[in-house]
């Protein structure tokens, strides 16, 4: 049975069902043969924030093609390597102080050949990484050095065909130190209880605790590259190796992690990427949304500064580096245009390798086999290595394979190191440095207009508005009250679709009710006579889909069906935050000139304007409301309470697309809450990172400062947290505010 507590939550309903009492008013007039005497109105909103993306990446790949054209030199070239590096840096959250790696030797492991030092340090302060080291028996040392970052296996180190790889590598002369990446291995960082399962498998992990480190500015990239990094410190303390003479190699996401490392880790002399996310996202045949990826292996932020993924790969030049890819690959690991995005970068770097007079220390290798670190590909990383670090020619046959039980294998004793050892989880590093952030933030604090002014800059808002176009498309009557049908443009290219409501009988100007509803604007019909009721107050009620929401979720793109066949809200945050510009942002900005829409029309009281948003789509409001002052008064229903709980949290149900880069290094939800203060802000039912309906003591302890700014206004009673029925909530806030 439908409540009205519906009206305000999740869900949907066709609107044909609930508009079928209609009396039509307004309509095109129809000719004797049934035709249309006006142009039929195209609704096809799914295209406009696909359209709209094209064009900015499209964009953004003619300004980093046009910065690459401008490299004619050596010295030139160099300079593009260090501001890449710089800049990668601060995008993915900056380099960690390097604290003691406090090594443990946990047992070795003897073969003919070579034997494996099984091995657990600290990457940061008690965030343990268990690793293998692989030392050659025969031949004169010091030996060449490889470390080998992995792929999103479950096994991590202990993946078959990455242990072939290290196997041989040091029946051949080198030494090589990997290591558990977060989420994999014996380093899974949500585990079942009870079991030495993950909750979410290693990309998965990557997401859950990558997302939050966003807020803080840093970046599952900074966890990754810190490890790899200090497992360089630790094999370069090695006697057994030559420092001269060091070289990376991974697979797939430990393919991505060596590239990230090609660029910021300038004690690498020699390096092979294999299978790796060597595609830019700004490619040549960019499909909507593109070639995104997990946690980190998107450069957020870097196309605003015309830094693709290839670049990566530029800063290392003129060292010797090999790509290696499969043709399976593409539409299935990676998007439809993989092969030629990894040739593309290929160009791209033999261009940049020629200004060094170095062409013959850039390679590309393909293999035809399915994703995986296949004998093609070992062979070829031998080859490299042999002839780059030890200049001689390498035995491209494999010995057969030393096979051992995970018991033997495994670092720790439990097979995890949480239950075996503790320490700090992601999660807990993550809630660590939001605590170190908090308390520098907080000695600072911010007046209302820095503050907006810095939620201007963190959400990337545009700098002035563009014509809005608006267009009412239709105009009905039903039981008193007229629905209009609306769009108009925040951008040139983004249409934002809508409903106006507002009682048949009004003469006089009106107070409106501007809803954002995380389910979308149809779902504003699923209780007409709520409607009514709302109507009968002479209250206009006005409710729209920002970018990718509701009518305006973006269409499937026109290729790739593996690749894409999960194509989502998280593709398209994930591509608007590699661009530098937030999805939540994006959809703020909807609303700003959503106001500028309800503010211009001649039935509408400007100072009367009030602004509800349930769910994710309460954020929206609520960043809306603290930068525009024409919003009279606020009620947000079920949205989280604060960010900092969120990052604290195991489980949590907001999405990457409400995440904007850095945001806890500025403020948190009750700080931007203080800056509506005195207008009236009601919390209805405010939620925990689960979803879960917090107690009113819960809430109120999160907001003790913001109920201070209003007491010191002398608004105390402005400031409201509601634990009680939804539309009920709803009903009191239209009468207390705005009526």
Same mark, same amino acid.
């Given at each position: 049975?439908?409540?009205?507590?519906?009206?305000?939550?999740?869900?949907?309903?066709?609107?044909?069902?609930?508009?079928?009492?209609?009396?039509?008013?307004?309509?095109?007039?129809?000719?004797?043969?049934?035709?249309?005497?006006?142009?039929?109105?195209?609704?096809?909103?799914?295209?406009?924030?696909?359209?709209?993306?094209?064009?900015?990446?499209?964009?953004?790949?003619?300004?980093?093609?046009?910065?690459?054209?401008?490299?004619?030199?050596?010295?030139?070239?160099?300079?593009?390597?260090?501001?890449?590096?710089?800049?990668?840096?601060?995008?993915?959250?900056?380099?960690?102080?390097?604290?003691?790696?406090?090594?443990?030797?946990?047992?070795?492991?003897?073969?003919?050949?070579?034997?494996?030092?099984?091995?657990?340090?600290?990457?940061?302060?008690?965030?343990?990484?268990?690793?293998?080291?692989?030392?050659?028996?025969?031949?004169?040392?010091?030996?060449?050095?490889?470390?080998?970052?992995?792929?999103?296996?479950?096994?991590?180190?202990?993946?078959?065909?990455?242990?072939?790889?290290?196997?041989?590598?040091?029946?051949?002369?080198?030494?090589?130190?990997?290591?558990?990446?977060?989420?994999?291995?014996?380093?899974?960082?949500?585990?079942?209880?009870?079991?030495?399962?993950?909750?979410?498998?290693?990309?998965?992990?990557?997401?859950?605790?990558?997302?939050?480190?966003?807020?803080?500015?840093?970046?599952?990239?900074?966890?990754?590259?810190?490890?790899?990094?200090?497992?360089?410190?630790?094999?370069?303390?090695?006697?057994?190796?030559?420092?001269?003479?060091?070289?990376?190699?991974?697979?797939?996401?430990?393919?991505?992690?060596?590239?990230?490392?090609?660029?910021?880790?300038?004690?690498?002399?020699?390096?092979?990427?294999?299978?790796?996310?060597?595609?830019?996202?700004?490619?040549?045949?960019?499909?909507?949304?593109?070639?995104?990826?997990?946690?980190?292996?998107?450069?957020?932020?870097?196309?605003?500064?015309?830094?693709?993924?290839?670049?990566?790969?530029?800063?290392?030049?003129?060292?010797?580096?090999?790509?290696?890819?499969?043709?399976?690959?593409?539409?299935?690991?990676?998007?439809?245009?993989?092969?030629?995005?990894?040739?593309?970068?290929?160009?791209?770097?033999?261009?940049?390798?020629?200004?060094?007079?170095?062409?013959?220390?850039?390679?590309?290798?393909?293999?035809?086999?399915?994703?995986?670190?296949?004998?093609?590909?070992?062979?070829?990383?031998?080859?490299?290595?042999?002839?780059?670090?030890?200049?001689?020619?390498?035995?491209?046959?494999?010995?057969?394979?030393?096979?051992?039980?995970?018991?033997?294998?495994?670092?720790?004793?439990?097979?995890?190191?949480?239950?075996?050892?503790?320490?700090?989880?992601?999660?807990?590093?993550?809630?660590?440095?939001?605590?170190?952030?908090?308390?520098?933030?907080?000695?600072?604090?911010?007046?209302?207009?820095?503050?907006?002014?810095?939620?201007?800059?963190?959400?990337?808002?545009?700098?002035?508005?563009?014509?809005?176009?608006?267009?009412?498309?239709?105009?009905?009557?039903?039981?008193?009250?007229?629905?209009?049908?609306?769009?108009?443009?925040?951008?040139?290219?983004?249409?934002?679709?809508?409903?106006?409501?507002?009682?048949?009988?009004?003469?006089?100007?009106?107070?409106?009710?501007?809803?954002?509803?995380?389910?979308?604007?149809?779902?504003?019909?699923? +209780?007409?006579?709520?409607?009514?009721?709302?109507?009968?107050?002479?209250?206009?009620?006005?409710?729209?889909?920002?970018?990718?929401?509701?009518?305006?979720?973006?269409?499937?793109?026109?290729?790739?069906?593996?690749?894409?066949?999960?194509?989502?809200?998280?593709?398209?945050?994930?591509?608007?935050?590699?661009?530098?510009?937030?999805?939540?942002?994006?959809?703020?900005?909807?609303?700003?000139?959503?106001?500028?829409?309800?503010?211009?029309?001649?039935?509408?009281?400007?100072?009367?304007?009030?602004?509800?948003?349930?769910?994710?789509?309460?954020?929206?409001?609520?960043?809306?409301?603290?930068?525009?002052?024409?919003?009279?008064?606020?009620?947000?229903?079920?949205?989280?309470? +604060?960010?900092?709980?969120?990052?604290?949290?195991?489980?949590?149900?907001?999405?990457?697309?409400?995440?904007?880069?850095?945001?806890?290094?500025?403020?948190?939800?009750?700080?931007?809450?203080?800056?509506?203060?005195?207008?009236?802000?009601?919390?209805?039912?405010?939620?925990?990172?689960?979803?879960?309906?917090?107690?009113?003591?819960?809430?109120?302890?999160?907001?003790?400062?913001?109920?201070?700014?209003?007491?010191?206004?002398?608004?105390?009673?402005?400031?409201?947290?509601?634990?009680?029925?939804?539309?009920?909530?709803?009903?009191?806030?239209?009468?207390?505010?705005?009526?």
């Amino acid at each position: 049975m439908k409540t009205r507590r519906g009206f305000l939550q999740a869900g949907s309903l066709a609107l044909a069902a609930q508009l079928s009492d209609l009396s039509i008013q307004g309509q095109a007039a129809t000719q004797n043969d049934g035709r249309a005497s006006e142009p039929m109105v195209v609704r096809d909103y799914w295209n406009d924030f696909p359209n709209y993306l094209t064009s900015s990446i499209n964009q953004a790949r003619a300004r980093r093609k046009s910065d690459l054209s401008k490299i004619t030199t050596p010295q030139a070239a160099l300079e593009r390597a260090s501001f890449i590096r710089s800049n990668v840096w601060d995008l993915i959250g900056g380099p960690l102080e390097k604290t003691p790696l406090n090594v443990i030797s946990t047992g070795t492991i003897e073969r003919g050949a070579y034997r494996i030092e099984k091995l657990i340090f600290e990457s940061q302060p008690q965030f343990y990484v268990p690793a293998h080291l692989y030392i050659p028996k025969g031949g004169a040392g010091p030996f060449p050095g490889i470390i080998a970052p992995l792929g999103h296996t479950n096994e991590g180190k202990s993946f078959q065909s990455y242990q072939i790889l290290f196997q041989n590598l040091a029946r051949q002369g080198f030494v090589v130190l990997t290591w558990d990446p977060p989420s994999q291995g014996e380093r899974i960082q949500y585990l079942v209880p009870g079991t030495n399962r993950s909750k979410y498998g290693p990309t998965g992990e990557h997401d859950q605790f990558g997302w939050p480190a966003l807020l803080l500015g840093s970046s599952t990239t900074q966890f990754e590259v810190c490890d790899g990094m200090r497992a360089l410190d630790y094999l370069l303390s090695r006697k057994e190796v030559d420092s001269t003479h060091i070289g990376c190699c991974g697979h797939s996401g430990g393919g991505t992690q060596t590239m990230y490392l090609c660029a910021l880790e300038p004690r690498i002399h020699a390096a092979v990427v294999v299978e790796g996310h060597t595609e830019n996202l700004a490619g040549a045949n960019y499909e909507p949304p593109g070639a995104y990826a997990d946690a980190e292996q998107n450069i957020i932020g870097g196309l605003k500064l015309g830094i693709d993924r290839g670049d990566l790969l530029a800063a290392f030049a003129p060292n010797p580096l090999l790509i290696c890819f499969t043709h399976m690959d593409v539409g299935a690991t990676y998007s439809p245009h993989y092969e030629h995005g990894t040739r593309e970068i290929y160009q791209e770097l033999k261009d940049v390798y020629s200004l060094h007079h170095a062409t013959e220390k850039v390679g590309l290798s393909a293999s035809n086999l399915p994703h995986d670190y296949d004998f093609f590909h070992r062979r070829a990383t031998y080859e490299w290595f042999n002839k780059w670090l030890k200049k001689g020619q390498a035995n491209s046959s494999e010995a057969d394979f030393d096979e051992s039980p995970d018991s033997d294998l495994n670092c720790t004793s439990t097979g995890q190191i949480i239950t075996s050892l503790g320490g700090r989880t992601a999660v807990r590093v993550n809630a660590d440095r939001l605590r170190t952030i908090q308390s520098s933030r907080n000695s600072n604090g911010q007046k209302n207009e820095k503050l907006r002014q810095t939620l201007r800059e963190v959400l990337a808002l545009p700098s002035s508005t563009s014509a809005m176009r608006a267009t009412v498309l239709s105009s009905n009557t039903s039981r008193g009250v007229v629905i209009e049908e609306f769009e108009f443009h925040s951008e040139p290219a983004i249409r934002v679709p809508g409903w106006f409501l507002k009682p048949s009988a009004a003469t006089a100007k009106l107070p409106v009710a501007v809803l954002l509803l995380n389910a979308g604007k149809n779902r504003l019909f699923d +209780d007409f006579s709520l409607l009514g009721e709302i109507t009968s107050q002479n209250v206009a009620v006005c409710a729209i889909d920002t970018r990718a929401m509701g009518q305006a979720t973006p269409r499937l793109p026109n290729s790739g069906p593996l690749f894409y066949s999960h194509a989502e809200r998280m593709a398209y945050a994930l591509v608007s935050l590699s661009s530098g510009a937030p999805l939540i942002g994006q959809r703020v900005w909807d609303v700003l000139c959503c106001l500028n829409y309800v503010a211009a029309r001649p039935d509408v009281d400007q100072s009367r304007i009030g602004l509800f948003g349930n769910g994710a789509s309460g954020l929206e409001a609520l960043f809306s409301a603290a930068l525009d002052n024409r919003v009279k008064a606020v009620l947000l229903e079920r949205t989280l309470t +604060d960010f900092a709980a969120l990052v604290a949290a195991d489980d949590y149900t907001l999405g990457v697309d409400s995440v904007a880069f850095g945001f806890l290094k500025h403020f948190d939800l009750p700080e931007i809450s203080s800056a509506i203060a005195p207008r009236p802000l009601w919390l209805s039912n405010p939620v925990d990172p689960a979803g879960i309906s917090l107690a009113l003591s819960n809430s109120a302890d999160r907001y003790v400062d913001t109920k201070k700014t209003y007491a010191a206004l002398q608004r105390a009673d402005h400031f409201q947290i509601k634990i009680q029925e939804s539309d009920q909530v709803f009903k009191n806030w239209l009468q207390a505010a705005l009526v």
